[in-house]
């Protein structure tokens, strides 16, 4: 093997390990650096090259190795499945002590942006991320107004952004190219003003979605962004979004912060009402800014501005809009920005559960702040006078305060009465207006449903779910309301209407409707009837028409009735004969003994009535499961025809 090269005998692996604690003089490390120029893998060549840089070579390192480096890692980053390999090997070549500024700003600009991003994370020094960020810059040329194209072929900036993470030295550069607010120009006065609204809408959307993009990409950097954009036009978007389009991914801090700060905005909405209320009764603008003085001297430039701007409206359909600006405030809170906020539990992140950083108190927390807020726009609503059908959105915010203030006051559900009452008016056959389509009927049936519930019956607490728990007026609730509450939310219920005994059996029938009530708990609700002693009776006597269901209910009432100690007779021979005569005993395998002393007692030692009594009709559904058991052991003992089923509902 004489005159033949080391370096093609020693295998990479080899090299890489000899290396290890080597100095640059070191023979060993003198033939690995043979191979970077000789060895025909890639892979070898990059692995080689990188245990150089970053060991023998870390301090100080020849031109060659570098270009070495860097030419090897470039022509990796071309093939697809090398895109994984983030461009370690350029960075660490492009942040070395030793590389010259010419070898540096040469590769950066033949890398793609999505290798400047690459090579622009965090791990990259002040000098490779200051040189990222200048070349991200010249690339970047004038900020354009976003558009919708720019979506599909976004900027270098855009490109970047989406990527991550990245070093504050990149993400600055990269912030402040991004595309500005779209055009705000105004319609051509012969031009065609629903086209020019299309595009402006759409634009907006894009402004709106790239915002959206960026925020998602680093939520590490959630306060940072909003800071940046303060001052600028993107502050108001940065805020709406990450309240209204991924508020679990806001730290809590930061989310409470944006909250608050969001329904700061609403006095503003007030004054102008207020204001345009009185130029609607007649009062002229200098009179309505000499009686606002004090409020307007607390306002900042702008919003005086836009206060002054509303009082002059050209049309009277504009002014009568700014009387209702709470209310429309409120109704685009509920259904936009703060829609995840009042209802968590139904927030997706795309596909899946949004996994919400904030707790659930605190969630419930700035729920409450926002229906005492809306609470202040009652006073402002007043019927719709047009023949539009009504949406779901002019209930809703309504249905918000309900279910998330903490107590719902006499002085809240005289405010919330007529906008029921409109809103039950305008779904009417014989409304002139507009009928909505099918789906939004429903939908708001469903809303003045929750709404007409907790009127009648708010929960005292927050933090329970009222939309299950507000069940209205007793004498309206059904049993298969009550059946579908828990426990302790049926025991409270129980409590706020107190000494109402046609409440606690329909309690006691929703013990059996409910299908998972244990014997405390039927208890517990049999202990509230001011006669306990003989509801029972009554009732199972007319099971059918109190309870009705399927097998499991006639079952489960059953189960209830038998597992007291101290069940009569009379009790026992009122219930269903097949779920009777089917109840297990205290052993496995046993019928219940108060059942067969029932059965005794009846038939004694008549054989022909056991022979009798062993082919009644009682089935397990049907009609005749309803059968009594002491109606059937009557026919049986004394030969009379089979009875019929008890009267249905």
Not at 31 to 44: D, E, K, P, Y
Not at 191 to 209: C, I, N, P, Q, V
Not at 293 to 309: I, K, M, N, T
Request: aromatic share 6%; proline share 8%.
């Amino acid at each position: 093997m004489t005159g033949q090269d080391p370096a093609a005998v020693l295998s990479c692996d080899f090299l890489l390990t000899a290396m290890a604690g080597s100095g640059p003089d070191d023979p060993v490390v003198q033939l690995a650096a043979q191979q970077v120029r000789t060895a025909q893998s890639r892979h070898g060549r990059s692995a080689l090259a990188e245990a150089l840089l970053s060991g023998p070579y870390a301090e100080q390192a020849p031109q060659w190795l570098l270009e070495a480096a860097v030419a090897a890692d470039l022509e990796a980053e071309r093939e697809s499945y090398h895109l994984d390999r983030g461009m370690t090997l350029v960075a660490l070549a492009l942040g070395h002590p030793s590389c010259p500024a010419s070898l540096r700003d040469t590769t950066l600009k033949r890398c793609t942006v999505e290798q400047l991003a690459l090579l622009g994370s965090p791990r990259a020094g002040e000098q490779l991320a200051g040189a990222v960020a200048e070349e991200l810059r010249i690339r970047g040329g004038a900020t354009p107004p976003m558009t919708p194209q720019l979506l599909e072929m976004p900027t270098p900036a855009q490109v970047v952004l989406r990527q991550g993470p990245l070093h504050d030295l990149v993400f600055e550069a990269a912030l402040d190219a991004l595309p500005a607010t779209p055009d705000r120009e105004k319609p051509d006065t012969d031009g065609d003003t629903k086209d020019w609204l299309k595009r402006r809408k759409s634009a907006f959307e894009a402004w709106e979605s790239m915002w959206r993009q960026i925020l998602r990409r680093h939520p590490e950097r959630h306060r940072e962004l909003v800071r940046w954009a303060d001052g600028t036009d993107a502050r108001r978007t940065v805020r709406n979004e990450l309240l209204g389009s991924l508020p679990w991914a806001v730290e809590p801090g930061l989310l409470a912060e944006l909250a608050a700060a969001d329904l700061e905005r609403f006095p503003l909405e007030v004054l102008v009402a207020e204001g345009c209320r009185m130029r609607r009764a007649g009062s002229d603008e200098q009179q309505v800014l000499a009686h606002f003085a004090g409020e307007l001297s607390a306002l900042a430039d702008e919003e005086q501005v836009y206060f002054r701007s509303v009082l002059d409206p050209q049309m009277a359909t504009l002014l009568n809009m700014w009387c209702h600006a709470p209310v429309d405030w409120v109704r685009r809170a509920a259904s936009g920005t703060w829609r995840h906020l009042l209802n968590p539990t139904q927030a997706k992140d795309g596909y899946q559960q949004a996994h919400w950083r904030a707790s659930a108190a605190a969630l419930a927390g700035l729920a409450a702040m926002f229906a005492e807020t809306a609470t202040r726009a009652l006073p402002f609503w007043e019927p719709e006078e047009r023949y539009s059908a009504i949406t779901p959105s002019e209930v809703a915010w309504v249905r918000e305060i309900v279910l998330h203030l903490p107590t719902v006051t006499e002085d809240v559900k005289a405010g919330i009465r007529p906008v029921v009452r409109d809103a039950r008016k305008r779904l009417s056959p014989h409304h002139p207006g507009f009928p909505p389509r099918h789906d939004r009927r429903r939908e708001l049936e469903e809303i003045l449903d929750t709404i007409e519930r907790v009127l009648a019956d708010p929960p005292p607490s927050v933090g329970v779910d009222r939309r299950r728990t507000a069940l209205g007026a007793p004498d309206k609730v059904t049993v298969r309301e009550l059946a579908g509450l828990q426990a302790q939310a049926l025991s409270d219920y129980l409590d706020r209407h107190t000494d109402d005994d046609s409440l606690v059996e329909k309690a006691l029938l929703a013990c059996a409707a409910s299908g998972y009530r244990s014997e405390a708990d039927f208890e517990r609700v049999l202990r509230r009837h001011a006669c306990p002693d003989t509801v029972l009776l009554r009732l199972t006597e007319g099971l059918r028409g109190n309870l009705g269901g399927a097998p499991a209910w006639r079952e489960a009432w059953t189960r209830l009735v038998l597992a007291r100690p101290d069940t009569q007779p009379a009790l026992v021979r009122a219930l269903p004969a097949w779920p009777a005569l089917h109840a297990r005993g205290d052993h496995h395998g046993s019928a219940h003994p108060s059942v067969v002393a029932a059965v005794r007692d009846a038939l004694g030692a008549d054989q022909d009535a056991w022979n009798r009594f062993a082919t009644c009709p009682a089935t397990n559904s049907g009609p005749t499961a309803w059968l009594r058991l002491g109606d059937l052991l009557d026919a049986a003992a004394t030969g009379a025809p089979w009875p019929k089923p008890p009267g249905s509902r």
